[in-house]
């Protein structure tokens, strides 16, 4: 589910919210999209999932180059 909704937000150009965030931490400086979608030129995509055990999986999707 999550690798179509990577797909879809590159497709549409749309950052989905982070959830659940309340209180940021400005001193990370990291670039938080609270509560709401944001419009935004997507190229490349990476989703993270993780399990237990030390099971890890990354994925990487990207637009394609025009022309192509």
Do not use: W
Not at 23 to 34: C, K, M, Q
Not at 49 to 54: D, I, L, T, V, Y
């Amino acid at each position: 589910m999550e690798s179509v909704i990577c797909c879809k937000a590159i497709e549409q150009g749309v950052v989905p919210p982070t959830i659940n965030l309340t209180t940021p931490d400005p001193e990370l400086g990291l670039d938080y999209v609270p509560h709401t979608a944001r419009r935004q030129e997507l190229t490349v995509v990476m989703s993270n999932s993780f399990a237990f055990g030390g099971q890890n999986g990354v994925s990487i999707f990207m637009k394609p180059a025009a022309g192509l």
